[in-house]
T-cell receptor, first 115, second 109 residues
Framework: SAVISQKPSRDICQRGTSLTIQCQVD?????MFWYRQQPGQSLTLIAT?????????ESGFVIDKFPISRPNLTFSTLTVSNMSPEDSSIYLCSTTEGTGASQVFFGSGTQLSVL | GQNIDQPTEMTATEGAIVQINCTYQTSGFNGLFWYQQHAGEAPTFLSYNVLDGLEEKGRFSSFLSRSKGYSYLLLKELQMKDSASYLC??????????WGAGTKLIIKP
């Protein structure tokens, strides 16, 4: 099974600053996903990142606010730009593995608080 | 629209059995997942159903009926450490995961 190392695990940031979250996978994977989970709510997909192409963003999320890099098949970053308190959330990266992508794995998450 | 419904919260007693239901309406179906999530942690994989029927894995079992758009997660011999949120997710025809809001399970001694 894929193991994803995500960092930082948590951070407290000031309004207007940016934070970059990194995810490193211990094997090569085609697709990586970035989710947001606001307190008490379920996971919301931000974007899908494929190596060698621009990320595909879901409705309500834009590249200027959440730029994503995917330089190779084992690594991806998500930046939360020009942060506001509404961005306080848990951010999770994820990937799939197995026949029919039957296994979905998550990084350990980044708990972000914006003051 | 696409929708996943599961109860917001359930309470059960240590040593007992609990069933968490999930109903879904999605654009196509390519599998249903159950995840466990402890507070402040990432979700961890419990089960995957793509065909109708029951999948048993130790104390946890998951059932799927595609014709009814219905699944349940059955937890036996409940332990205090089973207190967590349980998330149901369905993969639609675009292979995108649609997530339920999660069921918070509280285990009492």
């Amino acid at each position: 099974s894929a193991v994803i190392s995500q960092k930082p695990s948590r951070d407290i940031c000031q309004r207007g600053t940016s934070l970059t979250i990194q995810c490193q996978v211990d094997s090569q994977v085609t697709m990586m996903f970035w989710y947001r989970q606001q307190p008490g709510q379920s996971l919301t997909l931000i974007a899908t990142a494929n190596q060698g192409s621009e990320a595909t963003y879901e409705s309500g999320f834009v590249i200027d606010k959440f730029p994503i890099s995917r330089p190779n098949l084992t690594f991806s970053t998500l930046t939360v730009s020009n942060m506001s308190p509404e961005d306080s959330s848990i951010y999770l990266c994820s990937t799939t593995e197995g026949t029919g992508a039957s296994q979905v794995f998550f990084g350990s998450g980044t708990q972000l608080s914006v003051l | 629209g696409q929708n996943i419904d599961q109860p917001t919260e359930m309470t059960a007693t240590e040593g007992a059995i609990v069933q968490i239901n999930c109903t879904y309406q999605t654009s196509g179906f390519n599998g249903l997942f159950w995840y466990q999530q402890h507070a402040g942690e990432a979700p961890t994989f419990l089960s995957y159903n793509v065909l109708d029927g029951l999948e048993e894995k130790g104390r946890f079992s998951s059932f799927l009926s595609r014709s009814k758009g219905y699944s349940y997660l059955l937890l036996k011999e409940l332990q205090m450490k089973d207190s967590a949120s349980y998330l149901c997710a369905v993969r639609d025809s675009n292979y995108q995961l649609i997530w339920g809001a999660g069921t918070k399970l509280i285990i009492k001694p």
